[in-house]
T-cell receptor, first 113, second 115 residues
Framework: DGGITQSPKYLFRKEGQNVTLSCEQN?????MYWYRQDPGQGLRLIYY???????QKGDIAEGYSVSREKKESFPLTVTSAQKNPTAFYLC????????????FGPGTRLLVL | QQQVKQSPQSLIVQKGGISIINCAYE??????FPWYQQFPGKGPALLIA?????SEKKEGRFTISFNKSAKQFSLHIMDSQPGDSATYFC??????????????FGQGTILTVHP
C-alpha cells in the first residue's frame, strides 16, 4: 500500500520537553510538508521540503524544527519554545514542489500535560 | 493577497438536498483550486480540483464551479448524504509559479447532512 504514515496518533508533551512527530511516505514524492490545524481554522504551513537535505520555513515555523535526511522521511520536532503546541499536526507530500496536489497523512494529535 | 475566504463556516442540509460551499481569492496568480474533505480525527483527502481554463468540473455528485472574473469558486454536492458529513476545505495555489506549489487553505466548512 502506498501512502503517508504518521506516528504516534496521540502524543503528550510535558512542560519544557521537546517531542518529535514522525512522517514517512512511500509514494516516491520529492516534496513534503508539515501543517498545523487548530479548531475552526484552516491548515497553516509550518515547514516544507522540496528535496532531500533542503527545507524552508512556512508561515508559522517558530518553535518547530525539521530535518530531511531521507526522501521518504520528514520528522517534525516541537520544541519547548513553542508555547502553544496543542493542535492536530498533518504531514503531506506531493510529486514535486510545483505540483498542486498534496496528499495527507492521518495526523498526530499533540496534547500538553 | 494570499488569503482564501471560505463560507459558510457551518452548513446543515437535509438528505437529498444540495450543499453549496463558496470560496473567494485575491491572488490572480493562483492557477490550481482543490477541494479537500476531512472526517473527524483523519487527514484531509483530495475530493476534486479545477484549473482556471474551465468553468466547471463534475465528478459524480461533486461539482466545482469556477468564476475567474469574480475570483470565486464553489463546491456543489448534489443529493447530499449523511456520509458526506465532514469538514470541507477549499485551497488555492500557484502551481506553475515560483511559490513551490504552496497551498493556501480556506477556514473550512463543517457540513452536517441530516437523514
Amino acid at each position: 500500500d502506498g501512502g503517508i504514515t504518521q506516528s504516534p496518533k496521540y502524543l503528550f508533551r510535558k512542560e519544557g520537553q521537546n517531542v518529535t512527530l514522525s512522517c514517512e511516505q512511500n509514494l516516491n514524492h520529492d516534496a513534503m510538508y508539515w501543517y498545523r490545524q487548530d479548531p475552526g481554522q484552516g491548515l497553516r504551513l509550518i515547514y516544507y521540503s522540496q528535496i532531500v537535505n533542503d527545507f524552508q520555513k512556512g508561515d508559522i515555523a517558530e518553535g518547530y524544527s525539521v530535518s530531511r535526511e531521507k526522501k521518504e522521511s520528514f520528522p517534525l520536532t516541537v520544541t519547548s519554545a513553542q508555547k502553544n503546541p496543542t493542535a492536530f499536526y498533518l504531514c503531506a507530500s506531493s510529486i514535486g514542489p510545483s505540483v498542486g496536489t498534496q496528499y495527507f497523512g492521518p495526523g498526530t494529535r499533540l496534547l500538553v500535560l | 493577497q494570499q488569503q482564501v475566504k471560505q463560507s459558510p463556516q457551518s452548513l446543515i442540509v437535509q438528505k437529498g438536498g444540495i450543499s453549496i460551499i463558496n470560496c473567494a481569492y485575491e491572488n490572480t496568480a493562483f492557477d490550481y483550486f482543490p477541494w479537500y474533505q476531512q472526517f473527524p480525527g483523519k487527514g484531509p483527502a483530495l475530493l476534486i480540483a479545477i484549473r482556471p481554463d474551465v468553468s466547471e468540473k463534475k465528478e459524480g455528485r461533486f461539482t466545482i464551479s469556477f468564476n475567474k472574473s469574480a475570483k470565486q469558486f464553489s463546491l456543489h454536492i448534489m443529493d447530499s448524504q449523511p456520509g458526506d458529513s465532514a469538514t470541507y476545505f477549499c485551497a488555492a495555489s500557484n502551481a506553475g509559479g515560483t511559490s513551490y506549489g504552496k497551498l493556501t487553505f480556506g477556514q473550512g466548512t463543517i457540513l452536517t447532512v441530516h437523514p
